[in-house]
Nanobody, 126 residues
Framework: QVQLVESGGGLVQAGGSLRLSCAAS????????MGWFRQAPGKEREFVAT????????YYADSVKGRFTISRDNAKNTVYLQMNNLKPEDTAVYYC???????????????????WGQGTQVTGSS
């Protein structure tokens, strides 16, 4: 059973930056696609970014494109989400997820992901 632990969330002023990390308990995640999702209060969970196992297929939600960067360090079993120019509407709980079955393609659909972290709160203040 893969365990994912997110860290790096917090309160930041609009225009500021944060870097989220997601550490995996199992080495096997180097063969998985990874994704970041978020859920704001009263809203459904939404896709943010995904990266395939090799790190050469990446895509983003339109709302974060140009501001957020997903990356991975397979030597550390860790995925990152660099968030720049944060806006109040980025406020949400951010979840890391691992997709065992779409190794090469990444995925923007939450139901394809097999493992989820507990989430980390990001709050962008105006």
């Amino acid at each position: 059973q893969v365990q994912l632990v997110e860290s790096g969330g917090g309160l930041v002023q609009a225009g500021g930056s944060l870097r989220l990390s997601c550490a995996a308990s199992e080495r096997a995640v180097i063969f998985y696609s990874m994704g970041w999702f978020r859920q704001a209060p009263g809203k459904e969970r939404e896709f943010v970014a995904t990266i395939n196992s090799n790190g050469d297929v990446i895509y983003y939600a339109d709302s974060v494109k140009g501001r957020f960067t997903i990356s991975r360090d397979n030597a550390k079993n860790t995925v990152y989400l660099q968030m720049n120019n944060l806006k109040p509407e980025d406020t949400a709980v951010y979840y890391c997820a691992a997709d065992r079955d779409n190794r090469y393609s990444g995925s923007s659909v939450d139901y394809t992901y097999n493992y989820w972290g507990q989430g980390t709160q990001v709050t962008g203040s105006s």
